[in-house]
């Protein structure tokens, strides 16, 4: 039964394979006598109708879905499928031919089985911009007598499969600007070589990284489009470019890593070239005077490619020409007047360039003109007539120049952006603006414009959504109110205003309000937390008079708050931390009393806390979550107390923590030192204290730049092991960081450090600035010599500590060093020869030490004063008095008063005991004459004469020892006279320091 059993499952299972295997073909078969009406309607069943999949999207040539609507929503089965929207078929045999569904809200996968490839005489085939999200089946390669194919801006991603080279009857294809569709070497070489018929191929933000730039070569003559914009082609095109001759659109534009060595020098007079972007990319440092030849351009973006020199003039000859792009290069000199006599010209990019002199006073051109954009050049002067008569224009953009005068009227009622920041503008606003009902941006910032915000100017301007006035003088007349519904961003920095703008309460879509550096005063009033309740996210009330308690604002969406430099009181209430989406939170520079908020430290999104220079107490929260975020957290110059908390540890993005200027105790904070991301550590001004042992991780604070734990009362020797791991302050190359900045682009990172000899505050930090401060703290010992690896070290302070031994020759290697302080120690020894060589070393303070000998000369020691050197009376050369070949310099120099006071509590002695100690002395010797003489011939005796010591006969030994015990005691007698002589000198210049250390007792050092 079993046996039998096994054999017939056996014998069912090979007949549902092989059901399973004739399966497909008959599936096939019978999919195949389906109508092409009913694979369109299973088609289009088989996806979804969403309008996000089509959204708006303007290319730099063309508008994408600008009128975007679902085309098969009107498909009914009832109907002819000819008659759908969006179908074409034969007239003849009734087949369909073409199908259009671009940009019609088509949402879905498209899989293989799809019964849209069950249109076998389709010629024609367009669903870009809608989104499928999904490979590109190779089932697409089986249309055989496809001409143009479209599947551009459609979510499709992965690679390019292979079979799409065997649409051998391919015109156009399109895959342009997906998801980072891959194309490989070998599909690429297949779809040059198969595909004979192509003349346009568009595959836009693709990926060819993989593909070599010289393949282009290949290309066929007869392509009249070829877009490979944004493709990460690498590498240099050898011999040029070649000359397509009916090349129509040629893009290459934004293929960073691509040197396309120069334009070729073909005819371009006879070769109709419309469209030309080469932007982003290597190019030959000046514009080539024959691109003045291309007389049939539309189109020419050159933008940022890094070209020299002056504009050619010869562009002028472009008369077809409606947009030009030169923006983000280097040219100089003076605008051609041929670029202003451009009929046909509709934008204009000369922005970010070196450009210099006066616009033109009179023009011929620019009827059709829309978008001019000159801003960030050096051209000055005053605005000529003709800019404000410009029939068509929509966007003027002169913003970073050297205007002056006023600014005339308006003729056109077209504008939406205008933006004239930046300048040197004068007088009142024109009232033309008032007219601009399409207008959305509106920027007239850091000009010299007297602005009065009223309700005849701005009550039409419905449409506004940023709106900058900063750094000129505003006044608000608040007695009246009008309507802005749509604006997102305002501007009103230093402008010299007293109160809130009333208008503000009825605006429920602001997302971006600056009113810092004003006078407004008073609190902040309620309605404020109104405006844009739900939308508003940067807030910034810093600079102001605001007084009174911290303001209850409840912005559901705030990420940045600066309530920075006013004068706000009281406690920092806890509901501050139902503002769930803050990232930035400055308050500092108030005054704020009470506790930190624990709440504040429990968030996982707040990036920067910086309460310094309040007065708040307490103990720091010991609460910081396991998983937040924090990159900044700056207490500093408050009045806590207490241990620094180990959850600090749990700041695994920590940047910068500054606890400077409080009351906080403990031993060093060792626990930070595996927090990788550190850069800035100060503790300066605390109770912290003991000696600063070994590392505990084994690469400790590998990013540190800053470190400051002066004035505590840390003691022992340096520690040598923090130094030798420092690798952040070893070596920073300077030329790719110099510019660079910490922080982010709303808040940047500052700090008050100690830089030669005066605190001050950076209120940008730049990432190769690095420093050590451990002055004010009683360190002693010798300073290591492995500090000289530290080559990018800024500013090194170790002074008014104990250290002792010389200055390691290795701070010779500190090549950056612009300030170096090690004044009151006790250093001995030689200034060393090789601190002459530091370029760059600005301030040198070495007073108050005990070095000698003769001050290096050179470089940046010519220009030190007698301060750097002041009480090193063992010093001598330029630029103290004191020559080095005078009998004065030859002495050892005398201990100074300090030095006394130094040395004594070092040594354990005072004069008490060295008194003592010679009564002792003097009782000793007399008493161990005594002994001698009673005893008479002792082994010390024997041990004499052995030596000669003692002279003539035996009967004469003992009168003679007698006389030198005698001998003895006068000695004694006489340098006991002298001791208490300089004992007594020593007690007058005992008292004497006494009252100059009275007198100075509340004097501190500044440095």
Known sequence: MGCLGWKYQLFCLLVLLSLLFHLPSSFSSSLSSISPCSALLHFNHSLSLDQSASPSFYTYRIQMCDNSYPKTASWKEDKDCCSWDGVVCDQTTRHVIGLDLSCSWLSGPIHSN????????????????????????????????????????????????????????????????????????????????????????????????????????????????????????????????????????????????????????????????????????????????????????????????????????????LVKLTILDLSYNSFSGLLPLSLFNLLNLSSLYLDNNQLVGHLPNQVSGLLNLKDLYLSSNFLKGTLPSWLFNLPSLVTLNLDGNQFIGEIGEFKSNSLEHLDLGYNKLQGSIPRSISRFVNLTYLSLSSNNWSVMLELEMFSKLKNLEFLDFSNNLVSINNNVTYTLPNLQQLNLSSC????????????????????????????????????????????????????????????????????????????IPSLICNESSLVVLDLSHNNLSGVVPKCLLHSNVLLVLDLRMNSLRGTIPATFAKRNNFRIINLNGNQLEGPLPQSLANCRYLEVLDIGNNKINGTFPYWL?????????????????????????????PNLHI????????????????????????????????????????????LNVMMKGLYIELVRIQTIFTTI?????????????????????????????????????????????????????????????????????????????????HIPSGKQFNTFDN???????????????????SPEAKKPPPLTLQQEENIEPQNGFSWQAISMGYGCGVIFGMLMGYLMFKIGKSKWIVRMEKINFFHGPQRHRTPFFAKLVGIVAVEVIVRFKAVASNVSEHISNRCALEQIKTSTANTKFNY
């Open 773 to 853: 401060d451990f002055s004010k703290n009683s360190f002693s010992g010798e300073m290591p010599k492995i500090i000289g690896r530290l080559k990018s070290l800024k500013g090194l302070n170790f002074s008014h500590n104990n250290l002792t031994g010389y200055i390691p020759s290795s701070f010779g290697n500190l090549n950056s060093l612009e300030w170096l302080d090690l004044s009151f120690n006790k250093l001995i020894g030689e200034i060393p020869r090789q601190l002459a060589d530091l370029p760059w070393l600005e301030v040198l303070n070495l007073s108050h030490n005990q070095l000698t000998g």
């Open 867 to 885: 301060d750097s050197y002041a009480e090193n009376q063992g010093l001598c050369g330029f630029p103290l008095s004191k020559t080095c070949n």
């Open 673 to 701: 030192e595996g927090l990788i991301n550190l850069r800035v550590l100060v503790i300066r001004s605390n109770k912290f204290q003991g000696h600063i042992g070994n590392p505990k991780t084994k690469f400790p604070f």
């Open 114 to 317: 799809s019964t849209l490839f069950f249109l076998p005489h389709l010629r024609t085939l367009n669903l870009a911009g809608n989104c499928f999200e999904s490979l590109i089946s190779s089932e697409f390669g089986n249309f055989k007598t496809l001409t143009h194919l479209n599947l551009s801006y459609s979510c499709f991603s992965g690679k390019i499969p292979n079979e799409i080279s065997h649409l051998s009857s391919l015109v156009s294809l399109d895959l342009s600007l997906n998801d980072g569709l891959l194309i490989e070497t070998p599909v690429w070489k297949r779809v040059i070589h198969n595909l004979t018929q192509l003349r346009e191929l568009l595959l836009d933000w693709s990926d060819m990284s993989s593909i070599r730039p010289n393949s282009l070569m290949n290309l066929s003559s007869s392509f009249t489009t070829i877009s490979l914009h944004g493709c990460n082609l690498q590498g240099k095109l050898q011999n040029n470019f070649r000359c397509l001759p009916n090349i129509q659109t040629l893009d290459l534009g934004e293929n960073w890593n691509l040197d396309l060595g120069s334009l070729p020098k073909c005819n371009w007079s006879s070769i109709s070239l419309k469209f030309l972007d080469v932007s982003s990319i290597s190019f030959s440092r000046k514009l080539p005077d024959f691109i003045g030849n291309m007389k049939s351009l539309k189109h020419l973006n050159l933008a940022n490619c890094n070209l020299t020199g002056s504009i050619s003039t010869s562009l002028g000859n």
């Open 496 to 571: 010299n205003i007293s109160e809130f703008p009333i208008f503000l309460r009825t605006t429920t879509t602001l997302k971006f309000l600056d009113l810092s550096k004003n006078r407004i005063y008073g609190q902040v009033p309620r309605w404020l937390g109104d405006v844009g309740r739900d939308s508003l996210y940067f807030l910034d009330l810093r600079g102001n008079l605001l007084q009174g308690p911290f303001p209850t604002l409840s912005l559901l969406s705030l990420q940045y708050l600066f309530v920075s430099n006013n004068k706000l009181t009281g406690e």
């Open 707 to 750: 470190l400051d734990i002066s004035n505590n009362e840390f003691y022992g020797p340096l520690p040598r092991k923090y130094f030798k791991y420092l690798k952040a302050m070893i070596n920073v190359d300077e030329g790719e960081v110099s510019l660079k900045y910490m922080g982010d682009g709303y808040y940047q990172d500052s």
